[in-house]
Each structure stands twice: as structure tokens, then as C-alpha cells.
């Protein structure tokens, strides 16, 4: 059964064993990921965990991969790394496919490393809890998991307590009786109507995850964006949120 917390978190006051930063679609936006750092260090966060998506879009894919690449414990692969990764933006609108082939022409040889060494899927067990990460769906890196289509079904095929997932740029977390299945939302591009940089907390004892939201220079970004001459959309999409 579900809880009667919310959609958009589930949260329990006690003691927190271990702490997480849960991020995820970065975008190479670097204002953004620098600010949602700047928070999370603030705070006493243990290890950092990445939904994928660390570039595309934005202005700034090297910087951000090369905090990534330090910062977060776990990250796995998403649709955007695969395209910069193989110069190959297919199925991509025509924005998103502009992004993914600049990307393409800029990412140096750290950054590329980087991506490569990702996975599909990343497994961690803190203080004995069992955490999946996607980036999609179980299936496909493709596939987008709104709210609507949560279930503790999906939940029990990951094999874990925790399914964390990226790839919507709209956060929620729901829990069940085994355990939470969590979207972060995006750090770098934010779909939910709310432009600020979205984050989640996630807290083993007791389970819980908290989703965050942190005021990070747009201006700066969406200046980067025109500057690098990728598309004025990308910019403009940066206030509003969606």
C-alpha cells in the first residue's frame, strides 16, 4: 500500500545513518551543478549519486564531467552521454540534436573517459540498504517513469529498497511497503514548472528521501548557451522551468 506522504516526498524525522546527494540531467549546466554542490557540501552529505545525463544542452559539458567524475560515487549512463558519446542524435528533437553533436565536436579526452566508464545501471549498498540507479526505465535508457507510472511492481524487478531514476526532469518520490522509488528532477533543466536546480536527500535511518530545490545564476547559464552558439531555445526554456 501506499503512503499518504505525497508525491513529492517522503521524509521522516529520526536519526540519519548515512545521507546521499541524488542528482541526475546535469546538462552541462555548470551554474546549476556548482550550486547544488555548494548546497549538498553544506549539508553534510556522505556520497553523491548521478541519474545520468551529465551532458547536452548546455554550454559547459568538460567542467561539469570533470566534477562529476570527482564528486559522485555512483553515476550511470544517459541518452545524452550515448549521443555526444557516439556523435549519433537520433530519435532527438531538433534542439537536443544540435546540443549532442556540439557536445560531440567539445568533449576532451577526460570528459570522454569519464562517460565511457559509465554503465546502464549502477548498484550500491549504503548502511545495508539496496540501491538501483537508472537513468530511463529497467528497460531502456530511453523510456521515460513518470509518477503516474510508478508501482511496486516496478519496484520489486529492480531487486532494490531504493530505484532511483532520472530522465523526466520532474522529481517525486513514493514509497511502499518494500521500500522508494525517487526521481531527483533536474539539476540542469528543470521541466516542472519550478526553474530553480532540483535535488533529493536520501536518508537510511530511517529510509527516507527529501526532494530540494536551490536558486542557482540562470542568467549566467543561459548566457553560456547563447555565447556557445547552440540553440536560443535552450536558453530561453532556462526561466521558465519546462
Not at 23 to 35: C, G, P
Not at 138 to 153: G, K, N, P
Request: proline share 5%; hydrophobic share 40%; charged share 25%.
Amino acid at each position: 500500500m501506499e503512503d499518504t506522504a505525497g508525491p513529492s516526498q517522503v521524509s521522516v524525522i529520526g536519526r540519519f545513518r548515512v545521507r546521499i546527494a541524488v542528482i541526475s540531467d546535469v546538462h552541462s549546466n555548470l551554474q546549476a551543478l556548482e550550486e547544488v554542490k555548494r548546497r549538498t557540501d553544506d549539508e553534510g552529505i556522505d556520497y553523491v549519486l548521478s541519474a545520468g545525463d551529465a551532458v547536452g544542452y548546455g554550454a559547459n559539458p568538460n567542467r561539469c564531467c570533470a566534477i562529476l567524475s570527482g564528486w559522485a560515487r555512483n553515476s550511470v549512463l544517459g541518452n545524452h552521454d550515448v549521443a555526444a558519446l557516439r556523435r549519433d542524435p537520433s530519435g532527438m528533437n531538433p534542439y537536443a540534436a544540435k546540443a549532442a553533436l556540439w557536445t560531440a565536436e567539445r568533449i576532451d579526452e577526460h570528459s570522454r573517459e569519464y562517460l565511457e566508464s559509465l554503465k546502464e545501471s549502477a548498484h550500491s549498498k549504503p548502511d545495508g540498504r539496496a540501491v538501483e540507479v537508472r537513468h530511463g526505465s529497467l528497460r531502456s535508457i530511453l523510456e521515460y517513469v513518470f509518477e503516474a507510472d510508478l508501482s511496486e511492481d516496478l519496484l520489486m524487478q529492480s531487486g532494490a529498497e531504493v530505484l532511483v531514476l532520472g530522465h523526466t526532469h520532474v522529481p517525486y518520490a513514493r514509497r511502499y511497503a518494500s521500500g522508494l522509488i525517487v526521481n531527483p528532477g533536474s539539476v540542469g533543466q528543470p521541466r516542472d514548472g519550478d526553474p530553480r536546480a532540483s535535488f533529493g536527500i536520501l536518508q537510511t535511518d530511517p529510509l527516507s528521501f527529501e526532494i530540494s530545490r536551490v536558486d542557482y545564476d540562470i542568467d549566467g547559464a543561459s548566457e553560456a548557451i547563447l555565447n556557445a552558439g547552440l540553440p536560443e531555445f535552450l536558453a530561453e526554456r532556462l526561466f521558465r522551468g519546462f
